[in-house]
């Protein structure tokens, strides 16, 4: 008799405790409860389904969008890029869709989760400005074919000029002459000239004594012209042509040759002919000017 007044106490709550859980559980509507769950379950299926098709759909689109687009005078690795890139942003905003009519269907207020992720959205936009520049310029570098791997280009803003050896959607890295390789956001690029599209000039000015005799001059350089054009066959684009005497001032006077070269190889030629043109003149007993130019 000395331990009930310890037991009752425990004992109550607990039974009523159960109560409450018993007409908790008996007062849920299962026929409601398992028909939302049937409800949402079809819904969330037919979701999934729509979203497999429409990635298929997409998938697709960009595929054969960049299948016609390789046809084209297009670098591997500049399509590769945009192809990555678009693929992307498809499947991101894909997700971002998918993700939001789930929640719809599951009963999340969406509305309210968007305002509040608005305002840190907002303020990582912000902070990420300089990283958003970078990549849609880099987009535009690459998509609309200013600059390729291998390209040499100078940058007039930023006084760099090399070769480029990697062109991201963040980053360009250029390698100037000396080795130095370059790390350049792609937000501080602004002007681009690119020596590597096009046929190069070459000019090529021998200092000579015109009085000589210019015509015996003519015909040595054209002999050093004619070297030039069958050891470089494949890389010139028109014939070397002697343009003439030219004054560089002050009574120094030198016979120029003019020729356009695939792009690269400008410097080799230039260097090349320069060589010849001297071995032919002093081959032929003429003096080259060794004097300093002034020019006042």
Do not use: C
């Amino acid at each position: 008799s000395g331990e009930l007044p310890i037991v009752e106490p425990i004992v109550e709550p607990t039974v009523q405790q159960l109560n409450a859980i018993q007409r908790w559980w008996s007062n849920i509507d299962w026929e409601g409860l398992i028909a939302l769950i049937i409800q949402k379950a079809i819904a969330i299926a037919l979701l999934i389904l729509l979203f497999i098709v429409l990635t298929k759909i997409a998938n697709f689109s960009i595929k054969q969008m960049f299948k016609n687009y390789q046809r084209t005078k297009t670098t591997e690795v500049r399509l590769t890029t945009l192809k990555t890139l678009v693929l992307n942003v498809t499947y991101y905003t894909l997700a971002f869709f998918f993700i939001y009519a789930l929640l719809s269907i599951l009963g999340v207020p969406v509305g309210s989760l968007l305002a509040g992720a608005g305002i840190a959205g907002l303020a990582i936009g912000l902070g990420a400005q300089g990283f958003t520049n970078d990549l849609l310029t880099g987009f535009f570098i690459i998509f609309e074919q200013q600059i390729d791997v291998g390209d040499y280009i100078t940058l007039a803003n930023l006084n760099i000029e090399g070769t480029v050896t990697q062109v991201g959607l963040r980053l360009l890295q250029i390698r100037s002459i000396d080795g130095t390789v370059h790390f350049i956001p792609n937000r501080n690029i602004t002007t681009v000239s690119n020596h590597s599209r096009e046929a190069m000039r070459v000019i090529v000015d021998v200092r000579i004594i015109p009085s000589e005799g210019i015509e015996g001059i003519r015909e040595a350089i054209t002999r050093a012209n004619k070297k030039i054009a069958e050891t470089y066959a494949e890389d010139l684009q028109t014939q070397p042509i002697i343009f003439g005497v030219v004054d560089l001032g002050n009574s120094n006077y030198a016979i120029r040759t003019t020729m356009y070269v695939e792009n690269g190889k400008q410097a080799s030629v230039q260097q090349e002919l320069l060589t010849l043109s001297i071995f032919e003149l002093t081959a032929a007993g003429y003096t080259i000017p060794n004097t300093p130019i002034v020019i006042k």
